[in-house]
């Protein structure tokens, strides 16, 4: 049986996730790497790792198609966002040379990285979303009309990590933040029980196969720091009905509010969100998931099979390497 080699992208500071494949794959394959900083704690947690050219940079698909050939990877995926729909894009061009691009397509993952289109199509498809608007005129016009109000999130309308995001209070201090930026939105403060979703819909069938939910305790550099997972039947069938309209593959996470009894659909990232580890700790492996796909197996449906009440705490720790 051929080896289950994975590539990694952008690895940073995810060594959980790096760890987590070793385990899974154990000797069946190996986990390589890559980043664009040798300051990257997870390198060192791989069994190879490789420094590449920053995306965008010139040489940087083409070094990684070559660290594909040169490693006989027969997977890959990116655990950055504006990562995902450059793998997306050459697809075909990675399947060529044997490697399955583990994510969704060009199209959805450009669509879940655009907060505007990604508003639109949740307003389109009725699901319940904080309101959103593109410029200044229409959110005053609105506020006016007592049809919004402050404080509202100004956000870069392409973003992630949390990057850039504002809670701003009044006009005045709105009008500074969009004169200096044009590509932002002003969206709605949603106030209610913050929750996330990690999902897995798998490769071959396109059937959402995993669910975990857990309820936010602390937030903290716009990752999950505290939470405890929970079961909600309603709640599922929301996500799998959504997951399955936008078409997303693999791994993704979504971030959901609970306000008055309705779910409020807030930001999805077709990636490993950063409280993944949560899941893995409750006996949801999304490795195990990949594994099987890229061996040609279809994995069975097992949503909200986990315990609740489970509480992850996040700490630090320190990475020492000899220079």
């Known amino acids: 049986m051929q080896n289950i080699n994975i590539l990694l992208l952008s690895v940073g500071t995810r060594n959980k996730i790096v760890e987590y494949f070793r385990e899974t794959l154990n000797g069946k394959g190996k986990v390589i790497v890559a980043d664009c900083s040798i300051l990257a704690p997870a390198l060192y947690a791989a069994d190879k790792f490789y420094i590449v050219p920053r ?50 397509s060009y199209s959805v993952c450009e669509l879940a990285l655009d907060k505007w289109k990604m508003y639109s199509w949740l307003k389109e498809h009725q699901y319940c979303c904080a309101e959103t608007y593109l410029n200044i005129s229409s959110f005053r016009e609105n506020l006016l009309q007592d049809r919004c109000k402050f404080p509202v999130f100004v956000k870069p309308r392409k973003g992630s990590a949390s990057l850039g995001i504002s809670c701003v209070n009044s006009i005045e201090m709105l009008e500074v933040l969009l004169s200096k930026n044009e590509e932002i939105i002003i969206q709605e403060y949603l106030k209610g029980q913050e929750i996330g979703a990690d999902c897995y819909i798998d490769l071959n069938s ?33 996500i799998e009905t959504f997951v399955t309209e936008m078409g997303y593959k693999g791994v993704i996470d979504i971030d959901l509010f609970e306000i008055d009894g309705k779910y409020y659909i807030s930001e999805v990232n077709p990636r490993f969100g950063g409280g993944y580890p949560h899941a893995y700790e409750s006996g949801v492996n999304f490795m195990e998931f990949i594994v099987k796909n890229l ?29």
């Not at 660290?67 to 399947?95: F, H, M, T």
């Not at 857990?214 to 405890?228: N, P, W, Y």
């Not at 197996?297 to 949503?303: A, F, G, K, L, S």
């Not at 986990?306 to 020492?320: A, H, P, S, T």
């Open 295 to 323: 061996e040609g197996n279809t994995n069975e449906v097992q949503v909200g099979k986990y315990q609740e009440n489970i509480i992850m705490m996040k700490y630090n720790e320190v990475k020492i390497i000899k220079e």
């Open 55 to 104: 995306l965008g940079e010139e040489g940087y698909i083409e070094t990684i198609m070559e660290i594909c050939k040169k490693e006989n990877i027969v997977g890959v995926l990116s655990l950055i966002d504006p990562e995902l729909a450059v793998l997306a894009e050459y697809e075909k061009k990675l399947g060529d040379i044997g490697v399955k691009v583990i994510g969704s």
């Open 206 to 238: 396109g059937k959402v196969i995993s669910i975990f939910l857990k309820k936010k305790l602390a937030m903290r550099a716009g990752e999950t720091d505290k939470a405890v997972s929970f079961c909600d039947s309603k709640l599922y069938q929301i």
